[in-house]
């Protein structure tokens, strides 16, 4: 395509070029030159009229040099044109020989409309040759007129304006409009990568102190500076914002996450298409104790993969089913997506998700006959792992013991501070011993970790953070440097281990 699509632009251009000078030259011959027999500015279509005036231009006024000038006037005083006058007014001076007048080019071509003041030097023609040598009132001197308002000057800047087209105040006013939308949408679009590179790397965007004296105004506007410093259009750009479109409110923040979210959404919504897609559902609450219902879509897309998608983080008053549906159905709705699509639930197993008469599996399933509940297999390895735990007695006694080793150590800094310079110094004794290399990241010290109820996985975190501290090995003895008291209980568990 690009090798047959550029000759036929040159040709396109070639053919508009060609056509315009055609046009020209069809114009400059079609003017009327004699002023006496020309039809007023005013009569011609608006858009043509700065065409026309170019073309009169570029003819000069129209200056005949008769053999003889017809007379005029009473027989015994005749008089007549002189063409010696086209030298004291070579820019404007016309003559008629049709109407044996005066005609001042510049006035015709831009008068818009009839005007009185101009009227007899571009409608009427000027015939009364007696009067041209009475000094300063010669009517061509008294039609140009000493302000700088007069008609006629008016028809001469108007010329300037014309000519010197490119510098008029319009194409001004463009180019400083052109460079200002650059400069607005190059500072809109260092807003929206930060806003990005920010919610990628899951960053708060906000700073504690915004103001211009901080010395950290947070991660959105320190970023945009240090975009700003590799680039120096962007720099110019930030540096000097207009008043009103600096884009750095915490509203055009929030703005720019709602149009980036909006778009996710859109394309999950894309890839599931017509298919029926199941949904996913956990309740959870965030930092400040708020419900929140976090929405996964399960469904195959056009390729025949089975996808995943997190959709969306409603905000729910309570964890009725009632209220759970309510807002599901309401998020579906907004996408498009209907219910009767639905095959298949999964959510934990609490009364309210899957209880037969009333969870909200139910009252899905009431509407729709194939939303068949799964109960999510994720929660039910982890029930079943920690049940059959319970059971063997050596499992529980030791995850109990090591929950309560923790939570000893955790409750108090003081403990946990031991036993951190503790670790500390066993590592500079194996490192001194030569049982331990250094490396990069090797040999941090991290924290103890409780096992949770809800997580298996958590239980192994946690067995590995207190292998760390060497709480779960045999034999061990609590060191000399622990105080008495956590001594006391340190010996008291790592017996039962
Ligand atoms: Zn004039």
């Not at 000094?135 to 006629?152: E, K, L, Q, R, Y």
């Not at 980036?260 to 298409?273: F, Q, T």
């Not at 319970?390 to 529980?396: G, I, L, Q």
Request: proline share 4%; charged share 25%; aromatic share 8%.
């Amino acid at each position: 395509m690009p090798e047959s699509s550029t000759p036929a632009i040159e040709q396109n251009t070639f053919e508009t070029q060609r056509t315009e000078t055609e046009e020209n030259e069809d114009l400059l011959s079609s003017l009327e030159r004699d002023p006496g027999l020309r039809i007023p500015m005013w009569d011609y279509p608006y858009e043509k009229r700065d065409q026309i005036r170019r073309a009169y231009l570029k003819l000069k006024p129209y200056q005949p040099i008769l053999k003889s000038f017809s007379f005029s006037g009473p027989d015994s005083h005749r008089r007549r044109f002189q063409s010696s006058w086209y030298k004291k007014f070579p820019d404007w001076l016309e003559y008629s020989p049709s109407q044996d007048a005066a005609f001042c080019l510049l006035c015709y071509l831009f008068s818009n409309k009839p005007n009185p003041n101009t009227k007899t030097f571009t409608m009427v023609g000027f015939s009364n040759w007696k009067k041209v040598n009475d000094g300063n009132n010669c009517p061509f001197i008294t039609h140009v007129g000493g302000s700088p308002c007069s008609a006629h000057n008016n028809s001469v800047r108007a010329k300037l304006d014309l000519l010197n087209d490119r510098g008029h105040i319009r194409h001004a006013l463009i180019a400083q409009g052109e460079e200002q939308i650059k400069r607005n949408r190059l500072r809109l679009r260092t807003s929206i990568d930060v806003v990005r590179l920010l919610t990628l790397q899951s960053c708060p965007l906000r700073g504690h102190d915004e103001s211009e004296t901080s010395e950290n105004q947070g991660n959105f506007l320190e970023f945009r500076k240090a975009f700003a410093r590799y680039n120096d259009e962007v720099s110019k750009a930030i540096e000097n914002p207009d008043y009103n479109a600096k884009y750095v409110a915490s509203s055009i923040q929030k703005e720019i996450l709602q149009i980036i979210s909006a778009k996710v959404r859109n394309h999950i919504r894309e890839e599931i298409g017509e298919s029926k897609f199941c949904i996913i559902v956990d309740e959870a609450r965030d930092e400040a104790r708020r419900e929140q219902m976090a929405i996964v879509l399960r469904f195959v897309d056009k390729n025949g993969s089975i996808r995943e998608r997190f959709l969306q983080l409603v905000r729910v008053n309570d964890t009725s089913a009632t209220t759970l549906k309510r807002e599901l159905c309401l998020v579906l709705k907004e996408h498009n997506l209907l219910v009767e699509n639905i095959h298949g639930q999964g959510y934990d197993g609490a009364s309210n998700m899957r209880g037969e008469w009333n969870g909200l599996q139910a009252l899905f399933l009431a509407d729709c006959p194939y939303a068949y509940y799964v109960h999510c297999f994720a929660h039910r390895l982890q029930l079943a792992l920690v049940a059959a735990s319970k059971e063997v007695s050596s499992v529980h006694q030791f995850f109990s013991n090591l929950n309560f080793i923790i939570n000893t150590i955790n409750s108090s800094p003081k403990r946990h501070d031991e036993l951190q310079a503790r670790k500390t110094a066993e590592i500079e004794d194996l490192l001194l011993s030569g049982q331990l290399e250094t490396g990069r990241g090797a040999n941090q010290i991290g924290t103890l970790k409780r096992a949770g109820d809800t997580r298996w996985a958590s239980h192994l975190q946690s067995i590995h953070s207190s292998g760390e501290f060497s709480l779960v090995s045999t034999g061990a003895r609590p060191p000399q440097r622990f105080s008495h008291n956590t001594k006391r209980i340190l010996t008291f568990n790592i017996k039962i281990l």
